[in-house]
């Protein structure tokens, strides 16, 4: 399989639905990384396994997957020699209780899906990993409980808050610092309590400065008497900080403790949320099972193609049984092309373990490749028109394809000579099916239905069209080539059927009586009008060609086809030809190819000897000689 064959058939636009349906990030990223398998087995287990997670869903369709957010990037945190934070403690306390309510969830569906529920217990219970967390932790903090040593410290920052905010009360109400004071107020600065003091006071109240107003007229002073209290205060915080990280540190050893079963755990989430979101997936298609056989077939009844809805027309495709190459031929806009899709994309839907929209009694083949060549593949990066970039995607395809191969070819050998493309198409179809792949390919050309009928791996199949409604009803029939239709819509639109006659001999080389199928003698009265002939219509007469005579010797002319200039030697024959002297040779050129430069009569005088032009210099001197006398062995031959 390849990026190309996912891109054209559609596979990317399923996993993008799957994913849609995942409840985790997890589960999205891994259903967009769902490939199909080549392997029989493998593939069974998928089936079985989404056929029982359907039947979970029936009886309940809400599955208690969650409580994967962030734990990657705790797992990333296990054994850096740093403690966990303390959200991600709750992350991981919150993920072991989704996993137990997963784990009971599971447990009352073994009845209906013994496989899947059976994978719960790959879940292992944390209890004591829980209930060390929940003990230590408490409203996003770690609890003063936590430890003897937490506790006490923190009393005692508490005393000695209580003691500092006193000691600032009894300031603030102070007479002799009171005129001071912008405002009787206490606040903060770098964790440090201050009183804003008067710019112009500054030398009045000892203690250290440490913040100023946006104005510059108000400052923020540590009262001397308190600094001491908030030093002892600093040194508290750092007992309590120290303690904390010591109890992190041993609730992170815990959860490292339990690192594989935690690993696991999440494996497991990821897999039901993955599974159930392919179920759901499958669900919203109205998907059957099929039944996998290790071969190379195709027998798909009433298969819909996924994308399309459920007002897709339902088709019947069957390849692989008695023959291995199917080819459809007919019209354009007549669904041929949606139908290799839907076999190529239900076929890499089966083997990534999903069902499909078809009926029931369906089989699905493994196929180790799916070759396409499917659509306008112009390439402007390499300068390569539509056929020319085909052909390259043809000669790939038939250099990697096998006998386990399904190739999917859309209108073979178009693009080109009508005759030159099918006999391509006839020849790359037989090279293929001689690989023995299996084939499935649309064309415009009726020639090949002769071949399909000739060869006994081969067979014709057409869309179905409805003649009443001139419109495709985008029903595959196998078994019947099609017909382009082009002398039946003629014929229903109006055409005389002696036209259609005409063009039936011309096409087929064989007569065919389409006035017959006309019962009402005054609709083709009605249509005669088509075959008036007109006996006064203009007539050339017969020796228009022969009394061609646009140019005189020696005129000067253009030959067109060449840009070059010439001089007329004589003409025109009966075909209007004329022959001209160019620079060293004598040509041939029609009138409709010569252009008048300048007229004889404005180059020459009258008594103007031509011969100059036209004759060699030991030409003319040889005929100068013989008008005096008769030169033995001499010939002269006139062009």
């Avoid at 979970?56 to 403690?83: C, T």
């Avoid at 073979?412 to 198409?425: I, K, N, R, W």
Wanted: net charge neutral; charged share 30%; with cysteine.
């Amino acid at each position: 399989m390849n990026e190309q064959t996912y891109t054209v058939l559609g596979y990317d636009k399923i996993k993008e639905a799957i994913s849609g349906f995942a409840l985790t990030e997890s589960g999205r990223k891994k259903a967009m990384e769902m490939e199909p398998s080549t392997n029989l087995k493998q593939i069974d287990a998928w089936h079985k396994e989404i056929s029982e997670a359907i039947e979970i869903l029936k009886i309940s369709s809400s599955v208690p997957i969650h409580g994967l957010e962030g734990m990657e990037a705790v797992m990333n945190g296990f054994n850096k020699g740093i403690p966990l934070r303390v959200d991600q403690l709750v992350q991981l306390n919150s993920f072991i209780d989704s996993c137990s309510k997963l784990r009971r969830f599971m447990r009352d569906k073994e009845y209906c899906a013994p496989r899947v529920s059976a994978y719960v217990y790959s879940i292992e219970e944390l209890p004591e990993l829980a209930a060390e967390i929940q003990r230590c932790i408490r409203n996003g903090q770690i609890d003063d409980y936590a430890s003897k040593e937490l506790l006490k410290v923190r009393k005692q920052i508490g005393i000695q808050e209580e003691r500092l905010k006193e000691k600032l009360t009894q300031l603030l109400k102070s007479a002799k610092l009171k005129p001071f004071l912008q405002e009787a107020v206490v606040s903060q600065r770098n964790g440090r309590y201050v009183i804003p003091v008067k710019k112009e006071y500054r030398g009045k109240v000892r203690g250290a400065v440490l913040d100023t107003s946006a104005s510059g007229s108000t400052l923020f002073v540590e009262p001397e008497e308190i600094g001491v209290f908030q030093d002892q205060m600093e040194w508290l915080f750092f007992e309590e900080q120290a303690e904390v990280e010591k109890i992190l540190f041993a609730l992170t050893g815990l959860a490292e403790g339990k690192e594989k079963e935690i690993k696991l755990a999440i494996e497991t989430m990821v897999h039901f949320d993955f599974l159930f979101s392919k179920a759901k997936y499958c669900r919203s298609i109205d998907a059957k099972k099929v039944d996998i056989v290790d071969d190379q077939v195709i027998d798909y009844k009433k298969a819909r193609h996924p994308l399309l809805g459920r007002n897709a027309v339902p088709l019947t495709l069957e390849i692989g049984t008695n023959y291995h190459a199917l080819v459809i031929t007919g019209p354009n806009t007549g669904g041929k092309t949606v139908s290799i899709k839907t076999a190529g994309l239900l076929v890499l839907m089966s083997q990534s373990g999903l069902l499909l929209p078809v009926g029931e009694g369906s089989k699905s083949g493994i196929f180790h490749k799916i070759l396409v060549d499917i659509g306008d593949g112009q390439s402007i990066e390499q300068n390569l028109s539509t056929f020319s970039s085909r052909i390259v995607n043809i000669i790939e395809i038939l250099e990697k394809a096998n006998d386990r191969t399904l190739v999917l070819l859309d209108e073979l050998g178009s693009g080109t000579d009508p005759g030159e493309g099918m006999g391509l198409a006839t020849a790359i179809l037989e090279n293929l099916n001689n690989k023995g792949a299996t084939i499935f390919a649309t064309t415009h050309y009726s020639e090949i239905k002769e071949f399909a009928d000739t060869h006994e791996d081969f067979m014709n199949g057409s869309m179905e069209f409805d003649l009443e409604t001139l419109m495709p009803t985008y029903r595959l029939r196998i078994g019947t080539g099609g017909d382009s239709q082009a002398f039946a819509i003629a014929l229903k639109l109006g055409v005389h059927p002696k036209l259609i006659e005409r063009a039936h001999m011309i096409t087929y080389k064989s007569e065919k009586n389409y006035s017959a199928l006309f019962q009402d003698s005054n609709e083709l009265k009605r249509r005669e009008k088509q075959l008036i002939v007109n006996k006064h219509k203009r007539k050339k007469t017969a020796d228009a060609s022969k009394t061609i005579n646009r140019f005189e010797m020696s005129d000067s002319v253009y030959v067109t086809s060449s840009g070059e200039l010439g001089v007329i030697y004589k003409g025109p024959d009966s075909n209007g030809n004329y022959i001209v002297q160019m620079r060293d040779e004598k040509i041939e050129v029609n009138h409709k190819r010569l252009k008048l430069n300048i007229p004889a009569a404005e180059l020459y005088p009258e008594d103007y000897d031509f011969n100059i032009l036209f004759e060699t210099k030991e030409h003319r001197k040889l005929l100068n000689q013989m008008e005096r006398k008769h030169i033995e062995g001499s010939i002269i031959r006139q062009d």
